[in-house]
T-cell receptor, first 118, second 112 residues
Framework: EPEVTQTPSHQVTQMGQEVILRCVPISNHLYFYWYRQILGQKVEFLVSFYNNEISEKSEIFDDQFSVERPDGSNFTLKIRSTKLEDSAMYFC????????????????FGPGTRLTVL | KQEVTQIPAALSVPEGENLVLNCSFTDSAIYNLQWFRQDPGKGLTSLLLIQSSQREQTSGRLNASLDKSSGRSTLYIAASQPGDSATYLCAVGMEYGNKLVFGAGTILRVKS
């Protein structure tokens, strides 16, 4: 069964460093998302991406964050200058646009990347 | 701003019991609603998706209902098993961009 994959599973970095989190969405999916979950808190939406551009972003997704689809399979989240409060589990998700433009289908999540900022 | 609330926060039941998890949301203008399962330290596994025009969806021992006008959904788990122990998350898909807004989850423990 197709699944969303993410690498690395765990990333440890020093405050102020740049990190890139990588995701391979399900191959026929058209919408891509990043969410994060700070330990003990709710899963929070960061950004959605469609047709090679951001379609929506949350207030969390400020100038230190960026997303890119560098090729036909990868979808990345870059955090330019990490802060202690960026420590969280980051989830990538993808969904397939329903046929006929009737709406959006089920979102499928990857296993997550645990980011620890020291 | 959409707010999603899940009750109870935690639930402990003996094996074999039928149980209901509750989810409520403040803005009824949703596109769909998904129920997920999350095991400790793991990703989210989609269990059921209900479109806003639907009233319920079933998958095996799971049944999810949606009352959009009253802002409520329930997840019914029949004949619970220890393997059902996990956190169950409710998330609503909004009209624009279909971002999901999540509840805090219900931590379920099924005792053998």
């Amino acid at each position: 069964e197709p699944e969303v994959t993410q690498t690395p599973s765990h990333q440890v970095t020093q405050m102020g460093q740049e990190v890139i989190l990588r995701c391979v969405p399900i191959s026929n999916h058209l919408y891509f998302y990043w969410y994060r979950q700070i330990l003990g808190q709710k899963v929070e939406f960061l950004v959605s991406f469609y047709n090679n551009e951001i379609s929506e972003k949350s207030e969390i997704f400020d100038d230190q964050f960026s997303v890119e689809r560098p090729d036909g399979s990868n979808f990345t989240l870059k955090i330019r200058s990490t802060k202690l409060e960026d420590s969280a589990m980051y989830f990538c998700a993808s969904s397939e646009l329903a046929s006929g433009g009737a709406g959006y289908n089920e979102q499928f999540f990857g296993p997550g990347t645990r980011l620890t900022v020291l | 701003k959409q707010e999603v609330t899940q009750i109870p926060a935690a639930l402990s039941v003996p094996e074999g019991e039928n149980l209901v998890l509750n989810c409520s949301f403040t803005d009824s203008a949703i596109y769909n609603l998904q129920w997920f399962r999350q095991d400790p330290g793991k990703g989210l596994t989609s269990l059921l998706l209900i479109q806003s025009s639907q009233r319920e969806q079933t998958s095996g021992r799971l049944n999810a209902s949606l009352d959009k006008s009253s802002g409520r959904s329930t997840l019914y788990i029949a004949a619970s098993q220890p393997g059902d122990s996990a956190t169950y998350l409710c998330a609503v898909g909004m009209e624009y961009g279909n971002k999901l807004v999540f509840g805090a989850g219900t931590i379920l423990r099924v005792k053998s």
